[in-house]
């Protein structure tokens, strides 16, 4: 169950993948900054697409704790170290995020940073979910 609402003013195209707003209500669920390391925090992936996917698991599993899942996801700041290796590796990113996060497309900003502390992290996602209240 989603618990927000995309917000699109009247005349604006839709956009792909991501949404420029969301209203939502309920109680909310952070992440921290998730990198593309595993439980051992070994990194799975040495490109940006693979650690994305680990990001992703990552951040379900962390969402989960928290009881929510990803159709709560109403908020998502991605940091990538490297734009042509993000827009490269974008129709694998999309196959990722479409098998684990679903057709949920919260408000999104992806930055471009020189480096991440974790120095072999090429991304790092922070998320805010939104579960609905009885």
């Known amino acids: 169950m989603t618990v927000h609402q995309s917000l699109l003013p009247p005349g604006w195209k839709r956009p792909r993948g991501y949404a420029n707003g969301i209203s939502a209500s309920g109680r909310m669920v952070f992440t921290a900054g998730v990198v593309g390391w595993d439980a051992e925090e070994r990194f799975v992936a040495s490109d940006l697409a693979g650690q994305f996917r680990q990001v992703l698991v990552n951040t379900v599993a962390i969402l989960a704790e928290g009881g929510a899942g990803p159709e709560h996801i109403a908020r998502m700041t991605w940091y990538v170290t490297s734009r042509d290796e993000y827009l490269a590796g974008l129709d694998e990113i999309g196959a990722a995020y479409?098998?684990?996060?679903?057709?949920n497309y919260p408000a999104m900003a992806v930055v471009e940073v020189a480096a991440l502390v974790e120095a072999e992290a090429k991304v790092e996602i922070e998320t805010i979910a939104i579960v609905p209240t009885a």
Do not use: N
Not at 98 to 103: A, N, P, S, V, Y
């Open 98 to 103: 479409r098998e684990l996060i679903g057709r």
